[in-house]
């Protein structure tokens, strides 16, 4: 199955914000492409904009990521990359209604953004559970790109519950409300 993410679509639900870093955009295309790996689908993350007046596209991280081109829309990209693929064989991931109905006219399935990031979650939550415990301490001041590649790689593993998100966890306080009658808000 192809992946194809609305890239800051998505980001910028997570974030709740209008800007998003380079440090979060390559955070979000690493995680993506781990969870693609993981589950043997194919990830393509499509971005608004771009240094190139044209479209352009690169390999990161076992994801293809797409910038639309200097001033131009994600919205068109995707839908120019879609209409090239089979239906029965992508997903579009975005909160954009638009989208997501032009997506289902073509016989495309779409998931919106809360759904789509709390299957990141548990994603990261099961591959924190199955990790070691280990920790990684750099005891020297030596250069080593791999390894420091490799620390910032770690640094950046975000292992959240998924009661730390807000929407999940009022769900969560409605159905223990409703099965016992009253719940402890922290």
């Known amino acids: 199955m192809i992946i194809v993410i ?13 800007y998003v870093s380079e440090e979060q ?17 194919s990830i393509v993350i499509v971005f608004d904009g771009g240094d190139s007046q044209w479209q352009s596209s690169y390999k990161d991280h076992d994801a293809l990521v797409i910038y639309a081109g200097h001033g131009k829309s994600a919205d068109d990209a995707i839908k120019r990359y879609m209409s090239k693929q089979r239906a029965d064989n992508l997903l579009l991931i975005s909160s954009d209604n638009e989208l997501a109905y032009w997506a289902s006219e073509r016989h495309i399935a ?16 099961k591959q924190a559970d199955h990790s070691t415990s280990a920790s990684i301490i750099k005891t020297t001041q030596d250069s080593s790109p791999e390894l420091d590649a490799l620390m910032q790689e770690a640094a950046l593993m975000n292992v959240s519950k998924p009661e730390d998100n807000p929407t999940i966890r009022d769900k969560m306080l409605t159905n223990c409300q409703n099965l016992s009658g009253s719940c402890i808000k922290n």
């Open 110 to 125: 779409s998931m919106g953004a809360p759904d789509f990031l709390q299957i990141l979650s548990t994603y990261s939550i």
């Open 6 to 18: 609305d890239g800051y679509n998505i980001l910028k639900y997570n974030a709740g914000q209008l």
């Open 25 to 41: 955009r390559r955070h979000f295309v690493r995680r993506c492409a781990r969870y693609g790996h993981f589950k043997n689908n």
